[in-house]
């Protein structure tokens, strides 16, 4: 593969996440699970512009030939049944475009090309993390305070 292609790679698969959390943000009625799809939505965004800026800084007007209607792949085996197993799916997703781009700044010897590949890694790092919270206030999981700090609290 080639840098251009790589581009082309990166920008549609920015591209299917934005339809993915566009479709998610669509599909479910509870506001705070809505509010988080629609932020990821806008964030995938900023990365397709981001990268279509950084293609034509080392291309120049360059056509820039993508399907700019990616639409996210579903697999059969995976269960969306629900708004748990939607958001492991996303982290997925996630931890997958964090593997690409890593790959993608390994793969380049323009250092400012490599600089951005790794900050997108970061970016898609960011969106599972605050994918994981997501998953933790759903599933009643998150503790925002040290139990141990109720100690003397309570009257028997």
Same mark, same amino acid.
């Given at each position: 593969?080639?840098?251009?292609?790589?581009?082309?790679?990166?920008?549609?698969?920015?591209?299917?996440?934005?339809?993915?959390?566009?479709?998610?943000? &669509?599909?479910?009625?509870? /506001?705070?699970?809505?509010?988080?799809?629609? @932020?990821? $939505?806008?964030? *995938?965004?900023?990365?397709?512009?981001?990268?279509?800026?950084?293609?034509?800084?080392?291309?120049?007007?360059?056509?820039?030939?993508?399907?700019?209607?990616?639409?996210?792949?579903?697999?059969?085996?995976?269960?969306?049944?629900?708004?748990?197993?939607?958001?492991?799916?996303?982290?997925? &997703?996630?931890?997958?475009? /964090?593997?690409?781009?890593?790959?993608?700044? @390994?793969? $380049?010897?323009? *250092?400012?090309?490599?600089?951005?590949?790794?900050?997108?890694?970061?970016?898609?790092?960011?969106?599972?993390?605050?994918?994981?919270?997501?998953?933790?206030?759903?599933?009643?999981?998150?503790?925002?305070?040290?139990?141990?700090?109720?100690?003397?609290?309570?009257?028997?």
């Amino acid at each position: 593969m080639d840098r251009k292609e790589a581009y082309i790679i990166a920008v549609e698969n920015e591209i299917r996440a934005i339809n993915l959390y566009s479709i998610l943000a &669509k599909s479910f009625n509870d /506001k705070d699970l809505v509010r988080v799809f629609k @932020s990821l $939505s806008q964030l *995938e965004k900023g990365h397709q512009e981001k990268i279509e800026e950084s293609f034509r800084k080392e291309f120049g007007d360059t056509s820039f030939d993508y399907d700019g209607n990616a639409l996210p792949r579903f697999e059969v085996k995976d269960d969306l049944s629900g708004p748990r197993q939607v958001i492991r799916y996303a982290i997925s &997703k996630e931890e997958s475009m /964090k593997e690409n781009y890593t790959n993608m700044a @390994s793969a $380049s010897d323009n *250092e400012d090309i490599k600089a951005f590949f790794k900050y997108l890694a970061e970016e898609e790092q960011n969106h599972k993390e605050l994918l994981e919270a997501e998953l933790n206030r759903i599933e009643g999981s998150m503790v925002w305070f040290d139990p141990s700090e109720l100690n003397g609290m309570m009257e028997d």
